[in-house]
């Protein structure tokens, strides 16, 4: 049995959570608070598996809640908003610093015609971040030199080097990101596309959020666009991403979601397996489901190189594993051994 608290100032989101969570009956909701401050003496009274967390609250908001939490009682978060007000978003993101697991959208209304399936990803979510081992943490530091430990970063295709990094990650990817574009060099040598499954309202937000923590420069990406080095490509809601024969940027909302994902990462590595080829370098990065599979196949027929996160730093260990199990990984590393290889790989220009 799964014991989930929720806070949320609104009763009506309370019990909308509630009704959504006890559909399952591996699920039963153990307490609710009505602000931050109920939900640090909550997480401390009832030691809930995991914690429904909403953004803005009366006396401290999601993230100060957070991050108490996370300093006295480790509770694996989950923040929940319906917010589209990008300061609001902002402190979502903030809320990842400072321990949380991911970010998913509220439940719509019951007549919503997304609620069935907002509500399936949710439960699915809450499953999924129910066994990660949470410690007691200060927010994210820029990571330091990987120091003394060594990685295997010798490349595919015959030693090729990248001329493109495509990336994707799902539940746990924002962090993922940090601790490899924040150790990346401000002139690195080629472009990076990513593919970051976030809840609606929230990408413009990560973006901007990326952008100060890393190095490089992190931008939404425009249709048609030039692919610049040393440039974060972010993928725009509800389009697709990929790059064009004249390597140039593919935004495509007109294509349909791929396994339910827009964007999808297939549709990333896919297209860049067949504009790079051996140039390419995929990296696929922790997350539900297998999202990529077919993308990476793509990668590696075109003697490119794939990188999958290991099980030991995902935060859901989906996507990587489904990669692996379809046999198109050239290896398995940490996020500092990825971060590590990329500089190795490819370098600054």
């Not at 075109?302 to 990984?329: K, N």
């Amino acid at each position: 049995m799964i014991r989930v608290a929720i806070a949320d100032d609104s009763r009506t989101a309370q019990e909308l959570l509630r009704s959504v969570l006890e559909q399952d009956r591996d699920i039963r909701v153990v307490g609710t608070a009505a602000d931050g401050a109920e939900a640090v003496e909550m997480a401390a009274d009832v030691k809930p598996d995991v914690i429904l967390m909403d953004v803005h609250m009366p006396r401290l908001n999601g993230f100060e809640a957070t991050r108490r939490i996370m300093a006295q009682t480790p509770t694996p978060i989950v923040i929940v908003s319906s917010t589209s007000v990008i300061e609001e978003a902002r402190t979502a993101l903030r809320s990842l610093e400072a321990g949380a697991l991911t970010i998913h959208v509220k439940p719509p209304a019951p007549t919503d015609p997304h609620f069935d399936k907002v509500s399936r990803d949710l439960l699915l979510t809450v499953k999924a971040v129910a066994d990660v081992r949470v410690v007691r943490r200060r927010p994210i530091a820029m990571p330091d030199a990987t120091g003394d430990v060594e990685f295997e970063c010798g490349g595919a295709g015959g030693g090729s080097r990248p001329e493109v990094v495509a990336i994707a990650a799902s539940t746990g990817g924002p962090k993922a990101l940090v601790s490899i574009l924040s150790t990346l060099p401000a002139h690195f040598a080629v472009p990076v596309l990513v593919v970051q499954h976030i809840a609606t309202g929230f990408t413009q937000a990560l973006a901007q959020w990326l952008d100060g923590c890393t190095p490089l420069a992190v931008k939404l990406a425009e249709h048609g666009e030039s692919l610049r080095p040393g440039t974060v490509y972010l993928a725009p809601e509800e389009a697709h991403l990929g790059v064009s024969a004249q390597r140039t940027l593919v935004v495509d909302d007109q294509t349909p979601a791929i396994l339910g994902f827009r964007p999808s990462a297939t549709y990333l590595f896919r297209s860049v397996g067949e504009v790079f080829g051996k140039r390419a370098l995929a990296v696929i990065l922790t997350g539900m489901g297998r999202d990529g599979v077919e993308g990476l196949q793509v990668v590696k027929r075109a003697g490119g190189e794939v990188m999958a996160q290991d099980e030991q730093t995902s935060v859901v260990f989906g996507m990587p594993a489904a990669a692996l199990s379809a046999g198109v990984v050239d290896r398995v590393l940490p996020l500092d051994g990825i971060a590590e290889c990329l500089k190795r790989r490819i370098g600054s220009r």
